[in-house]
């Protein structure tokens, strides 16, 4: 694991509650593609069902962490695109099971008009940086 430095509020910039502002740290640099709520076989997990598309979601996450030799403890940048902010806190529930609230990354959150397909109510990517 390498040694990340979180800035949760740089002077003169409002604290943030739910992110890291700041996240830095040396290493291999991970990049995680936007992951959908598709469990091993490609079927969608939790029609309609913001909680079991975000578990989904973040299991799907800590698996690509794995494949890359990385943990939660790694990741620097989280993207949450979501066809709809309400879904937000099913979001961050699920995101608790698996980073500590003093462990947060940076994150950011865009509500999208659609993903790619009109079922999935949100895509997250992860950014990571691994000790070489």
Same mark, same amino acid.
């Given at each position: 694991?390498?040694?990340?430095?979180?800035?949760?509020?740089?002077?003169?910039?409002?604290?943030?509650?739910?992110?890291?502002?700041?996240?830095?740290?040396?290493?291999?640099?991970?990049?995680?593609?936007?992951?959908?709520?598709?469990?091993?076989?490609?079927? @969608?997990?939790?029609?309609?069902? #913001?909680? +079991?598309? *975000?578990? %989904? /979601?973040? =299991?799907?996450? !800590?698996?690509?962490?794995?494949?890359?030799?990385?943990?939660?403890?790694?990741?620097?940048?989280?993207?949450?695109?979501?066809?709809?902010?309400?879904?937000?806190?099913?979001?961050?529930?699920?995101?608790?099971?698996? @980073?500590?609230?003093?462990?947060? #990354?940076? +994150?950011? *959150?865009? %509500? /999208?008009? =659609?993903?790619? !397909?009109?079922?999935?109510?949100?895509?997250?990517?992860?950014?990571?940086?691994?000790?070489?």
């Amino acid at each position: 694991m390498t040694e990340l430095t979180r800035i949760p509020a740089p002077d003169g910039v409002a604290p943030a509650a739910q992110y890291s502002h700041v996240v830095m740290g040396t290493g291999r640099f991970v990049a995680i593609s936007g992951q959908l709520p598709l469990d091993e076989s490609g079927a @969608l997990v939790g029609r309609d069902d #913001p909680s +079991a598309q *975000a578990h %989904q /979601v973040f =299991a799907n996450l !800590r698996r690509c962490l794995t494949a890359a030799g990385a943990t939660w403890d790694d990741v620097v940048k989280l993207t949450y695109y979501v066809t709809d902010v309400s879904h937000l806190p099913a979001i961050r529930a699920a995101r608790a099971a698996h @980073l500590a609230d003093d462990r947060l #990354p940076a +994150a950011s *959150a865009v %509500q /999208v008009a =659609a993903l790619v !397909r009109p079922e999935f109510l949100m895509e997250i990517e992860a950014f990571a940086v691994v000790a070489p």
